[in-house]
């Protein structure tokens, strides 16, 4: 047991310290764990010399890859991308496997080791490439469509392969081709049941949850369906992988979406981490050192010869030769799933060990200068271009390169509800505007409706450089959440210290903030609302127009002072975080032995104890915002306006003194 824990400990200590130091020279945290796994084994300091200790749960990590894999590939999305995910996408897988399976045969490797390794080396690393794209801002570009839609169907072939390489394993041809069609048999049964109960059952299963409202049930709710998925594949002779990929697939068009996918990140990434740090232990390190040259040969091997197809595959479709160098730059290198196949090729005996430590060793370089391949990706692309003659202009263009000027427009972040709102009443003025939004398939249907919007990231300085943020009249950032809209605001007073920028919020709890950061005017939807009920309200009791517009003008002005506080109830219906952040009103009567009486309001440190006192009743009169010289006599009622903690230390100060 100690022991046990020791190894553990150490695990996790060497796991934080790589981490943080391959983020830290801009490297994939996955060769972190590659590292951690080669110090962890038998060619390091031997802490798990099995790897069997922590394989098992290590597939986990796989388990749920594949479900959070599944969320993405909903069916819109796919239709969407149906040009480049079936059509190029599928090419590149086939004709990318084709290639290499030739030329292992001719190295003199069996047929069943030159497929199995061939249609692991066509996948690409879709975690290194849409991290680093997205980031970088480059997603919006041709190149980066190309990237997303090819490396989407490469995802989708992980699957029949996870299934396919257990049964490649059979003896003989004819041994194989029974169990191939009876795995498909049951591979259709088991999609039709869990895709009955992914579109009736689940739904309402996490309806039900959802209404729970608890986060600990939602999250373990995920991860119970994630594993019972995989359970049942697994019951039917199949991979634990697709049965969460088909449930993950089944509730990629639900609305819970994005938050399974926020639940089960954290669980995900580690065992994924462990399961990268198994990897790592099955590397011959003494093989890999005396294999160094072969190595290196096979790595400019692979990168040369992916990028050859890709990028002649790219111009097969009738792109540019730029993007189709700069895609073929893209996804040159291996990727994860490639160690998930070789380590499950290794297995089932389709390969040798040493081939494996070497595909293994190939694959970790590759990731490793991925980055940079993304970053130069353009720049080398143009040094061909240049070489071998450039090429007429054709339709396809990237969006940075057409010629827009954007000049004196409205930038619109966030093209929900709000957004949406804020363009079609700028359309019939005639102001020009462009919209930013993330959600690919909203972007695609609002550019088919002819609305001038673009996908991308609002936070990143390149894309709002791109349409021209320094030059807007105002920039308007629709969605509610604080820490993003921080971000965006950064970004663009970074570009430009002098565009207006008005931001939606909730409510005004970060208003002096926001205005810190530079935001010139902050609109909180709740209090805007109630302020528009009461002019309505006001009108239609009686008082004139002009004093309506006076009051709200006025309450505007004083940052919604009337609208806050309120008196809680028994059923005021608040988590504990909203009851603490919100202000309540409170009525304190003033008894015979209370400390406050015959103390003046001025005297009861209302500016130090962050309290207001909003009214007084004495006598049955009230008095708004009694003047602070009053004097407090007994049987007075103060109202009062803060925070409950303040508000409840402030009662005990005015009954009982400090």
Known sequence: MQQAFSAFFYLLISAVFFVWLFKRVNLPPILAYLMVGILAGQYGFGWLAAYDQIHYVAELGIVFLLFSLGLEFSIPRLKAMRHIVFGLGSLQVFVTTLVFYFILIAFGFTWLSALSIASLIALSSTAIVVKHVSESGSIQTRQGQLSIGILLFQDIAVVPLLIALPLLAQPTADGMWGPIGFALAKGVVVCIVLWAIG????????????????????????????????????????????????????????????????????????????????????????????????????????????????????????????????????????????????????????????????????????????????????????????????????????????????????????????????SRFLKPEAIPYIALDIDPIRVKEAQAAGEQVKFGQAKHKSILASIGVEHARLVIITFADYTNTMHVVSAIRQLSDSVKILVRMRDDQYLTELKAAGVSEVVPESLEASLMLVAHVMYMSGVPVKRVLRRVQSERKNRYGMLHGYFPGENTDLSARAYDRLEHLHAIALTDDAYAIGKTIIELDLELKRIDVTGLRRNGNEIAYPDPTTQLICQDILIVRGKPRRVERFERFLLEGP
Not at 258 to 265: A, N, T, V, W
Not at 332 to 343: D, K, T
């Open 199 to 422: 579109r009736w059952l689940l739904p309402r299963i996490f309806s039900e949850v959802a209404q729970v409202r608890t986060d600990e049930l939602f999250v373990l709710t995920t991860l119970l369906v994630a594993l019972i998925a995989g359970a049942l594949t697994h019951t039917f002779g199949l991979s634990m992988a697709l049965g969460a990929f088909l449930a993950g697939m089944m509730l990629g068009e639900s609305q819970y979406r994005h938050q399974l996918e926020s639940d089960i990140r954290p669980f995900r990434d580690i065992l994924m981490g462990l399961f990268f740090v198994t990897v790592g232990m099955q590397l011959e390190m003494p093989f890999v050192v005396a294999q160094s040259g072969w190595i290196l040969i096979g790595l400019i091997g692979l990168l040369v010869i992916k990028f050859i197809v890709i990028s002649c595959l790219a111009r097969l479709f009738g792109e540019s030769k730029k993007h189709a160098f700069a895609t073929g730059f893209m996804l040159c290198q291996m990727g994860e799933f490639g160690f998930v196949l070789v380590s499950l090729a290794l297995k089932h005996q389709l390969v040798e060990s040493s081939d494996a430590s070497l595909l293994m060793a190939i694959g970790v370089l590759s990731m490793a200068i991925t980055p940079l391949l993304i970053d130069k990706s353009e720049i080398w692309s143009v040094k061909l271009l240049q070489r071998f003659g450039s090429e007429p202009q054709t339709a396809t263009t990237d969006s940075n390169e057409q010629s827009e000027s954007f000049k004196d427009h409205v930038v619109i972040c966030g093209y929900g509800r709000v957004g949406q709102s804020v």
